[in-house]
T-cell receptor, first 113, second 112 residues
Protein backbone atom coordinates (compact mmCIF):
# COMPACT_ATOMS: atom_id res chain seq x y z
CA UNK A 1 0.00 0.00 0.00
CA UNK A 2 1.06 3.54 -0.72
CA UNK A 3 1.85 5.44 2.40
CA UNK A 4 1.93 9.20 2.69
CA UNK A 5 2.86 10.51 6.11
CA UNK A 6 2.76 14.02 7.50
CA UNK A 7 4.98 15.10 10.34
CA UNK A 8 2.26 16.43 12.63
CA UNK A 9 -1.47 15.87 13.03
CA UNK A 10 -1.99 19.08 15.02
CA UNK A 11 0.08 22.24 15.27
CA UNK A 12 -0.45 25.48 17.16
CA UNK A 13 1.70 28.45 16.13
CA UNK A 14 1.77 32.17 16.77
CA UNK A 15 1.35 34.90 14.19
CA UNK A 16 4.65 35.70 12.53
CA UNK A 17 6.29 32.35 13.24
CA UNK A 18 7.95 30.36 10.46
CA UNK A 19 6.16 27.03 10.08
CA UNK A 20 7.38 23.86 8.39
CA UNK A 21 5.00 21.09 7.35
CA UNK A 22 6.69 17.90 6.21
CA UNK A 23 5.37 15.17 3.95
CA UNK A 24 6.99 11.85 3.06
CA UNK A 25 5.82 9.21 0.58
CA UNK A 26 7.21 5.73 0.18
CA UNK A 27 6.12 4.82 -3.36
CA UNK A 28 8.75 6.64 -5.41
CA UNK A 29 6.08 8.90 -6.91
CA UNK A 30 7.24 11.75 -9.09
CA UNK A 31 4.36 14.10 -8.25
CA UNK A 32 3.69 15.60 -4.86
CA UNK A 33 1.07 18.15 -3.85
CA UNK A 34 0.12 20.44 -1.00
CA UNK A 35 -3.55 21.37 -0.53
CA UNK A 36 -5.42 23.29 2.09
CA UNK A 37 -8.92 22.21 3.04
CA UNK A 38 -11.46 24.68 4.40
CA UNK A 39 -15.17 24.11 5.12
CA UNK A 40 -17.33 24.89 2.12
CA UNK A 41 -14.33 25.39 -0.15
CA UNK A 42 -13.14 21.83 -0.66
CA UNK A 43 -9.46 21.33 -1.40
CA UNK A 44 -7.40 24.04 -3.02
CA UNK A 45 -3.98 23.41 -4.47
CA UNK A 46 -1.16 25.45 -2.95
CA UNK A 47 1.90 24.03 -4.72
CA UNK A 48 2.84 21.07 -6.84
CA UNK A 49 6.16 19.37 -7.50
CA UNK A 50 6.79 17.01 -10.42
CA UNK A 51 10.41 16.21 -9.66
CA UNK A 52 13.20 16.94 -7.22
CA UNK A 53 13.84 20.68 -7.00
CA UNK A 54 10.95 21.35 -9.41
CA UNK A 55 7.82 23.16 -8.32
CA UNK A 56 4.84 24.98 -9.71
CA UNK A 57 2.37 27.31 -8.10
CA UNK A 58 -1.13 26.08 -7.59
CA UNK A 59 -4.26 28.15 -7.14
CA UNK A 60 -3.40 29.81 -3.81
CA UNK A 61 0.41 30.04 -3.40
CA UNK A 62 0.50 33.43 -1.68
CA UNK A 63 2.12 33.27 1.75
CA UNK A 64 3.58 29.81 1.14
CA UNK A 65 6.74 28.30 -0.28
CA UNK A 66 7.86 24.70 -0.80
CA UNK A 67 11.00 22.64 -0.90
CA UNK A 68 11.73 19.29 -2.54
CA UNK A 69 15.32 18.25 -2.04
CA UNK A 70 14.63 14.51 -2.14
CA UNK A 71 12.07 12.62 -4.19
CA UNK A 72 10.23 11.23 -1.20
CA UNK A 73 9.94 14.44 0.79
CA UNK A 74 7.97 17.62 0.09
CA UNK A 75 7.92 20.46 2.58
CA UNK A 76 5.46 23.33 2.87
CA UNK A 77 6.77 26.50 4.49
CA UNK A 78 4.78 29.36 5.92
CA UNK A 79 7.37 32.14 6.06
CA UNK A 80 5.37 34.27 8.51
CA UNK A 81 2.23 32.57 9.71
CA UNK A 82 -0.99 34.55 9.78
CA UNK A 83 -4.36 33.77 11.31
CA UNK A 84 -5.93 33.31 7.87
CA UNK A 85 -3.61 30.35 7.34
CA UNK A 86 -5.41 28.41 10.05
CA UNK A 87 -6.59 25.38 8.13
CA UNK A 88 -6.23 21.68 7.43
CA UNK A 89 -3.24 20.95 5.20
CA UNK A 90 -3.19 17.80 3.09
CA UNK A 91 -0.24 16.35 1.24
CA UNK A 92 -0.67 13.96 -1.69
CA UNK A 93 1.51 12.05 -4.12
CA UNK A 94 0.94 10.33 -7.45
CA UNK A 95 2.68 8.84 -10.47
CA UNK A 96 3.10 11.29 -13.35
CA UNK A 97 0.27 10.12 -15.59
CA UNK A 98 -2.79 12.34 -15.61
CA UNK A 99 -5.25 9.58 -14.89
CA UNK A 100 -3.44 8.28 -11.88
CA UNK A 101 -4.89 8.40 -8.40
CA UNK A 102 -3.53 10.86 -5.90
CA UNK A 103 -2.74 9.31 -2.50
CA UNK A 104 -3.30 11.51 0.51
CA UNK A 105 -1.71 11.81 3.90
CA UNK A 106 -3.83 12.12 7.08
CA UNK A 107 -3.56 15.90 7.18
CA UNK A 108 -2.12 18.50 9.55
CA UNK A 109 -4.56 20.75 11.34
CA UNK A 110 -2.80 24.08 11.87
CA UNK A 111 -4.05 26.74 14.25
CA UNK A 112 -2.37 30.15 14.07
CA UNK A 113 -3.04 32.35 17.07
CA UNK B 1 -10.17 25.77 -16.83
CA UNK B 2 -12.36 23.15 -15.26
CA UNK B 3 -14.63 23.43 -12.24
CA UNK B 4 -16.76 21.15 -10.11
CA UNK B 5 -20.06 21.81 -8.37
CA UNK B 6 -21.39 19.49 -5.73
CA UNK B 7 -25.04 20.29 -5.48
CA UNK B 8 -25.62 19.21 -1.88
CA UNK B 9 -23.49 20.28 1.04
CA UNK B 10 -25.22 18.01 3.58
CA UNK B 11 -27.09 14.74 3.02
CA UNK B 12 -28.69 13.06 6.02
CA UNK B 13 -29.81 9.50 5.35
CA UNK B 14 -31.11 6.56 7.35
CA UNK B 15 -29.17 3.32 7.56
CA UNK B 16 -29.99 0.87 4.75
CA UNK B 17 -31.56 3.63 2.64
CA UNK B 18 -30.12 4.57 -0.77
CA UNK B 19 -28.08 7.72 -1.26
CA UNK B 20 -27.15 9.82 -4.28
CA UNK B 21 -24.55 12.58 -4.24
CA UNK B 22 -24.71 14.94 -7.16
CA UNK B 23 -21.71 16.33 -9.02
CA UNK B 24 -21.62 18.55 -12.09
CA UNK B 25 -18.49 19.73 -13.85
CA UNK B 26 -17.54 22.18 -16.53
CA UNK B 27 -14.66 21.80 -18.92
CA UNK B 28 -13.92 22.64 -22.51
CA UNK B 29 -11.93 19.44 -22.99
CA UNK B 30 -12.31 15.78 -22.14
CA UNK B 31 -11.90 15.01 -18.48
CA UNK B 32 -11.13 12.31 -16.00
CA UNK B 33 -13.51 12.19 -13.04
CA UNK B 34 -12.95 11.01 -9.49
CA UNK B 35 -14.83 10.55 -6.23
CA UNK B 36 -12.84 10.63 -3.00
CA UNK B 37 -14.05 9.96 0.54
CA UNK B 38 -12.73 11.46 3.76
CA UNK B 39 -13.63 9.65 6.97
CA UNK B 40 -13.45 11.66 10.20
CA UNK B 41 -9.89 12.68 11.10
CA UNK B 42 -8.39 10.99 8.06
CA UNK B 43 -7.02 11.97 4.67
CA UNK B 44 -8.83 11.38 1.40
CA UNK B 45 -9.00 8.00 -0.28
CA UNK B 46 -10.20 7.13 -3.76
CA UNK B 47 -13.68 5.63 -4.09
CA UNK B 48 -13.75 5.33 -7.88
CA UNK B 49 -12.71 7.04 -11.09
CA UNK B 50 -13.88 7.39 -14.66
CA UNK B 51 -11.22 7.46 -17.34
CA UNK B 52 -12.99 6.12 -20.45
CA UNK B 53 -15.21 3.32 -21.64
CA UNK B 54 -18.32 2.23 -19.74
CA UNK B 55 -20.11 5.19 -18.22
CA UNK B 56 -21.08 3.20 -15.12
CA UNK B 57 -18.14 2.90 -12.79
CA UNK B 58 -18.05 0.66 -9.74
CA UNK B 59 -15.89 1.51 -6.78
CA UNK B 60 -15.08 0.31 -3.31
CA UNK B 61 -17.56 -0.25 -0.48
CA UNK B 62 -20.53 -0.74 -2.84
CA UNK B 63 -20.43 2.72 -4.40
CA UNK B 64 -20.97 3.37 -8.10
CA UNK B 65 -21.12 6.47 -10.28
CA UNK B 66 -22.45 7.25 -13.70
CA UNK B 67 -20.75 9.58 -16.15
CA UNK B 68 -23.18 11.57 -18.27
CA UNK B 69 -21.36 13.60 -20.88
CA UNK B 70 -24.42 15.45 -22.21
CA UNK B 71 -25.37 16.61 -18.72
CA UNK B 72 -21.75 16.99 -17.60
CA UNK B 73 -22.52 15.05 -14.46
CA UNK B 74 -20.89 12.31 -12.42
CA UNK B 75 -23.32 11.38 -9.66
CA UNK B 76 -22.36 8.93 -6.93
CA UNK B 77 -24.80 6.32 -5.62
CA UNK B 78 -25.04 3.56 -3.08
CA UNK B 79 -28.18 1.41 -2.84
CA UNK B 80 -27.97 0.77 0.91
CA UNK B 81 -25.79 2.80 3.28
CA UNK B 82 -24.22 1.81 6.59
CA UNK B 83 -23.33 3.87 9.62
CA UNK B 84 -19.70 3.51 8.55
CA UNK B 85 -20.44 5.48 5.35
CA UNK B 86 -20.70 8.66 7.42
CA UNK B 87 -18.00 10.83 5.86
CA UNK B 88 -17.33 13.74 3.57
CA UNK B 89 -17.33 13.00 -0.15
CA UNK B 90 -15.47 14.99 -2.79
CA UNK B 91 -15.95 14.99 -6.52
CA UNK B 92 -12.88 15.97 -8.56
CA UNK B 93 -12.04 16.52 -12.21
CA UNK B 94 -8.76 16.40 -14.09
CA UNK B 95 -8.56 17.85 -17.58
CA UNK B 96 -4.93 18.36 -18.42
CA UNK B 97 -1.58 18.59 -16.77
CA UNK B 98 -1.46 17.54 -13.17
CA UNK B 99 -4.26 19.44 -11.53
CA UNK B 100 -7.25 18.00 -9.79
CA UNK B 101 -10.07 20.47 -9.22
CA UNK B 102 -12.23 19.52 -6.24
CA UNK B 103 -15.80 20.31 -5.39
CA UNK B 104 -16.71 21.82 -2.04
CA UNK B 105 -17.65 18.43 -0.60
CA UNK B 106 -20.84 16.72 0.57
CA UNK B 107 -21.17 15.58 4.16
CA UNK B 108 -23.14 12.36 4.48
CA UNK B 109 -24.54 11.54 7.91
CA UNK B 110 -26.04 8.08 8.29
CA UNK B 111 -28.47 7.62 11.14
CA UNK B 112 -29.76 4.39 12.63
Amino acid sequence: DVKVTQSSRYLVKRTGEKVFLECVQDMDHENMFWYRQDPGLGLRLIYFSYDVKMKEKGDIPEGYSVSREKKERFSLILESASTNQTSMYLCASSPPELQETQYFGPGTRLLVL
Amino acid sequence: AQSVTQLDSQVPVFEEAPVELRCNYSSSVSVYLFWYVQYPNQGLQLLLKYLSGSTLVKGINGFEAEFNKSQTSFHLRKPSVHISDTAEYFCAVSAKGYKLSFGAGTTVTVRA
